[in-house]
Structures are given as C-alpha cells and as structure tokens.
C-alpha cells in the first residue's frame, strides 16, 4: 500500500469579478509516495506545491481526480488521527501560549489530561522552545512559530506527515534542528512528505522527489540518481602563490580569481586531473586550502527542467 | 462531544483575553450613574426606568457582543489562517461552525448573567436605600424575578442574532457581515407588518413578497418584553414557549446554512 497516492489530481480556481474564467493551479497530478520515505514536493514559486497539499488536507476540494492517504479517503476523521499537517507560514492564535496551543490541540486528539501534559512538554523540548512554553504566541519570533507548527503537525505520533516549507523562517540552527527532526520521524517509520523551494534540504533529506512547474508534473525521481551526474569540474582554492606561477598553468585552468592577497579560487574543467596540478602548486610553495569537485545540483535539475516548461508552453512560435 | 467542547472553551478563553468581557465593567458604570442621576431626578419612577435602562442596556450590549465577535469569529480564523492547522485536526467543518457558535453563545450567556447579578444589585440597593412608600406602590416588586424571564428572551434572541452574524462570516467580510446582521436585526423589530402587507398595498405580487419575506426574515419583536416586565403586565407560559421555539427553530436553520456553505468552500 502507498502512504499517498494522488490520479490525475486537477485543482482550477475561478478568477476574475463580472466575468469568471478558471485558471489551473494543478494539472492532473499523478504521484505515489511509499511508506516510510521522504518525499520533496518541488518547484518555484505558483508551480502548484500548496495547492497539492491544501488538496491532500481537504482545505480546497479537487476539481477532477482523487487522492488517498494510507488507503483512507482523504479528509476522514480516521485518517485525521493520523496524520500531521505543517500549513505555510503557520499563524496560531496568537492569544495563547505555546503550551496552551498545545493543549488545545492535544485534546481534539482526545489525550487524556496526563498524557496530554507528557507529550505536549516532550514535544516543546524536542522542536527548541522548552524554556518559552508559557510565552504568548504575539511574542513569538517567526523562526519560534515555525518550531511551534513543526511540534503541533507531530502531537498526534502521525504515521503521515505533511509540511509546507517547513525550513521557512528558520534561521541555520533552527533548519539543522528541523532536518535532524525531519530524519528521526523518518528513523520511526513516518513517511514525510514536504514542499520546498530550498533545494540544499531536499538534496540533503529527500529518497524522492518531484519537480512541479505551473501546475504539472515535470520530473520524478530518486534524489541519488538525479544526483548521480559527471563531475562537470573543480574548484581550487590555494593560498601562498603569485601570479607568475599561474600563468605556468594557464592551459589547466579555466578561471582564476584572486579573493585576498595569494589567495586564489581556480576553476578547472571536468577533464582536469587537478591531483597533477596540485602537486606542482604546492611544490612551488602553495597551499591548498579547499578542493571541491563542480557536479550538476538539484538547483540545476530544478532550473533545467522548469525553464524546459516554460519554453514548451511558449510554443515554437516565440 | 469533547472536541466540541474544547474548540467552544477556546472561543470563551479568546473572549475573555480580547477583554470583550470589559464591556460588563461599562454596563455596569452606567447602571449605577444613571441610578443615581435619576433617584436625584424623578420621584416613584426610578426603579421602573432602572429596570427599563437595565434591560435595555443588557439587549444593547449583548447585541455589540454577538455582532462584533460574531462576524469575526470564522473570518478572523480563515484571513489569518490558523484554520489550516485546526481542520487538519479530527474534526469536521460542522464540527467547527458549531463549536464556534457554541463558544459565542456560552461568551453572551457569561455576559448576561453578570448583566443581569448587577442589575438585581442596584435594583437590592436601591430597595435598601429608598422609601418604603415608593417600594409599596409599585406595579410590580423591585427584585421582580421575571426580570430574568425578560433577559432569558433576550439570550435567545441574541443567540439568534449570533446565529445570523456566524453566517455572514462563513462567506463574507466582516464589514459586510455586520451591515447585513445590523440590517437584518433592524427589519427583525418591524417584520411583524409584512404579514399583513396586503392590507396597505394592492398589489398581490407584492403583498406575496412582503409574506415570504416575513418567514424568511427573523421576527424578533416577540422577543422583546421588556415594558411587560417592568409595569407588571402578564406574560403567558405558552408565549415564552412559542417564542423559545421559534428562535430554537430559526437558529437550527441558520446554523445548517452556515455549516452547508462553510463545508463547501475552498481556503485558498
């Protein structure tokens, strides 16, 4: 059984006053996420990635196509209990504390009081605002509310969890903190289904991915082989060498630039083998302070494959 | 039941730290001026105009309660969005218009009582404070117990009147939700004369319209028994009953049009 599985799911929203017309926010989406997985929902900004969760959270209803979520018509009770839902930008209201909001939320889950007071604690050391419990939410930061949204979508243990942009708003530690989160749901068996435009989490987080651009499906798959590019070439950094030196390499070296005195960032092609022309820079004095090989990113797939979208639906004409 | 219960608590607990509950403070400052102003004033007519005053501050007051927070209520919850995070939860969107009408209806209920412990305070001091003569004379006793058969009629209109506004704000904003529930409450004090429409006008379309009108609208004028309380007049146990029901009624009504269009509706 699939954790999630959406047929040719179609979303059109009416625009326009007097005279309405529909505009398509998602274009028969067809997509299955497996049990226990993490699954990065990508793509630029109005490609459909909201509106595909607000769909799968029963917030808007479907056009045409459907959708089930570990077997269960989405939008059940049964399958509410267990499920955890990270809406964008989360807002909460901002009259109760962390805890209360918590609570709250705990006893639609029906938590007996004891056990409600056990997890809601746990749950606020777990995301970092242990020592903020009993601060009003007004008082919150926007990084805090995010940790808050992040607590309140796991209250319930969900075997399913959603999150819309969940590194939003946090700063490095935070979104270290929401990775190690995000891995240890998954470590219990949670699937974890996400929508991001930060492509460095997904690369870091994601067994699968896909990639929506102006409401349709444009590419799927394994993080790993999307990732499993050539070498397109290196980038050296050394230190302690002249000018001078550099030119003895000039038919090695694609770029040089110089970022403080003898310090320079040299780009090399993907034949290159730079171990050869390491040994001759610090032969002549160099250091090396950072060799990193220049592979094709997820930031590129993403650009590729949008821009790729874009200039299908412009047509030959143009 | 519980969860009703718990998302109704919450709407109180947002009452209450959005200070609506203030307003007692108010209601009660102006009882107690406007006691001592008129026992300065008039002679044997105070406790009469203190019940009237009374009476007609707490229908007053309830209805800012029930308009104001009514209209925002849904609004507030789908403009700021916490409603994401809320019907995510196990509930349904039923669920959620009851349990917020019924958390509205538990805040004018609270606001009511205290409304109502003030007035029967000054009306106590009052009674201490004045001549015996004047007490003796009166139509009716000065703690009169109806009074509270007078704001039992007032709670349920104004539970109705909530009803109303938590309609409005399933689909509308909250300008134009508490223009139409202002309105409707207005015509609701005069609908009574639709009925009989076809007694002023000759036209039978529209004396047709005026009687469709008159049982689409809320009739809120039986509602209001203020000036029989207060000279003493009697009120009969069938009229209370009927007029319970019949905002029984059109409450259920107005609360499953707003439950029909809120299940509906996308949150974009």
Same mark, same amino acid.
């Given at each position: 059984m699939l954790a999630i599985q959406t047929e040719d799911l179609t979303k059109d929203y009416a625009i326009g006053f007097w005279r309405k017309r529909p505009r398509r926010a998602l274009d028969r989406l067809t997509l299955g996420v497996e049990c226990g997985e993490i699954f990065g929902l990508l793509g630029p900004n109005g490609a459909g990635k909201t509106t595909t969760l607000k769909l799968l959270m029963q917030l808007i209803y479907p056009t045409s196509g459907s959708a089930s979520i570990l077997g269960l018509p989405i939008g059940s009770l $049964?399958?509410?209990?267990r499920v955890g839902y990270l809406p964008e930008h989360p807002y909460f209201y901002d009259y109760l504390t962390a805890e209360e909001l918590l609570t709250y939320f705990a006893s639609l889950?029906?938590? $007996?009081a004891a056990e409600r007071r056990a997890r809601v604690t746990q749950l606020l050391d777990q995301v970092g605002i242990g020592a903020e419990r009993r601060l009003a939410l007004r008082k919150f930061s926007k990084g805090m509310l995010q940790r808050v949204g992040l607590a309140q979508a796991i209250l319930n243990d969900p075997e399913v969890v959603f999150l819309d942009e969940p590194m939003s708003g946090?700063?490095?530690l935070g979104r270290r903190d929401a990775r190690a989160l995000i891995l240890e749901l998954r470590k219990r068996g949670c699937t974890v289904f996400f929508s991001s435009h930060i492509l460095s989490d997904a690369e870091a987080l994601c067994d699968r991915v896909a990639v929506l651009a102006r409401g349709r499906l444009v590419a799927e798959g394994r993080v790993a082989e999307i990732l499993a590019f050539d070498v397109k070439g290196w980038e050296l950094i050394v230190a302690d060498i002249d000018r001078a030196l550099l030119t003895r390499f000039g038919a090695q070296v694609s770029k040089a630039t110089e970022i403080a005195h003898g310090r320079y960032v040299l780009e090399l092609p993907g034949a290159a083998a730079p171990d050869r022309l390491l040994a001759e820079l610090t032969a002549a004095g160099g250091k090396l302070v950072s060799l990193n090989p220049i592979r094709e990113t997820l930031e590129d797939f993403f650009v590729k494959h949008?821009? $790729?979208d874009a200039d299908a639906a412009r047509g030959p004409a143009s | 039941m519980k969860v009703l219960a718990s998302i109704a608590l919450n709407v109180f607990r947002e009452s209450v730290r959005d200070k609506v509950l203030y307003n007692l403070v108010l209601f009660a400052v102006l009882l107690i001026g406007a006691s001592y102003l008129l026992g300065q004033l008039t002679a044997g007519q105070d406790m009469k105009i203190i019940k009237d005053l009374g009476l007609s501050a707490t229908s007053i007051f309830g209805l800012f309660i029930a308009v104001f927070i009514g209209i925002?209520?849904?609004?507030k919850e789908v403009e700021r969005r916490s409603i994401y995070s809320l019907l995510a939860k196990p509930i349904t969107r039923v669920d959620f218009i009851l349990a917020k009408y019924a958390g509205l209806v538990l805040t004018l209920l609270v606001n009511l009582a205290v409304m109502a412990v003030a007035l029967? +305070?000054?009306?106590? +001091?009052?009674t201490l404070l004045g001549p015996p003569s004047l007490v003796a004379a009166l139509d009716a006793p000065p703690l009169d117990p109806r009074l509270l058969l007078a704001i039992g009629l007032i709670f349920v209109e104004l539970a109705l009147v909530t009803a109303v506004a938590l309609f409005f704000s399933t689909f509308s904003s909250p300008i134009l939700s508490a223009a139409f529930t202002f309105g409707l409450y207005i015509v609701?004090?005069?609908?009574?004369?639709l009925k009989h429409f076809e007694q002023v006008v000759d036209s039978p379309a529209a004396a047709w319209l005026a009687r469709a009108l008159y049982y689409l609208l809320p009739n809120l004028a039986p509602f209001d028994i203020k000036a029989l309380v207060v000279h003493g007049q009697p009120i009969s146990a069938g009229y209370v009953l009927m007029t319970v029901s019949y905002g029984i009624v059109y409450i259920v009504f107005v609360l499953l049009a707003a439950a029909l269009v809120f299940a509906r509706r996308d949150f974009k």
């Open positions: $049964a399958l509410k209990r889950f029906g938590y $007996a946090l700063d490095p949008v821009s $790729a | 925002g209520l849904v609004w029967y +305070a000054v009306l106590g +001091a009052m609701g004090q005069f609908n009574a004369d």
